[in-house]
């Protein structure tokens, strides 16, 4: 990016934004196997899988953080390119923050009131699912209905 754009603050925004939406699909294709494996260990079948689940658990856990620190700086640097502020900012806004509260209290509650890990990814899988919607549907929906 930078040789193609120099680096501007153009070049920093689509790498950023590369490299979140590169996260959000690691995470599903992650979280989707861990599943599976969970699966496959219920009928029986046990995998080969080295790792313990609860350790993997935890793994997509940090990576969904990370993930979300990308998207905001995105954001951030979204901001930064454009101060005009549409609609269709202020909902990838919106969505964004929402996202992070509910992260947020997450992890605090993986720290401090003992929720299991497990639940708590499949909890934190909605929000990256909004921010999904936020940054990719609601461009579509906003000119089709709007």
Not at 20 to 49: V, W, Y
Not at 76 to 86: M, P, Q
Request: net charge positive; charged share 15%; glycine share 6%.
């Amino acid at each position: 990016m930078a040789i193609s754009y120099g680096v501007t603050f153009l070049a920093m925004h689509i790498s950023i934004t590369s490299f979140s939406i590169a996260i959000l699909a690691i995470t599903f294709f992650e979280t989707t196997l861990l599943e599976r494996h969970m699966t496959k260990i219920k009928k029986g079948e046990i995998g080969t899988n080295a790792k313990s689940i609860e350790r993997e658990y935890s793994e997509i856990f940090n990576l969904v953080g990370i993930g979300l620190g990308c998207i905001l700086l995105s954001l951030l640097s979204g901001l930064i390119i454009g101060a005009d502020f549409s609609l269709e900012l202020m909902l990838k806004i919106m969505f964004t923050l929402f996202s992070l509260i509910i992260y947020l209290v997450t992890f605090l509650g993986i720290k401090y009131a003992n929720l299991k890990v497990k639940y708590a990814v499949r909890g934190i899988m909605v929000s990256f699912a909004m921010i999904l919607l936020a940054y990719s549907v609601n461009s579509i929906f906003l000119i089709n209905y709007l």
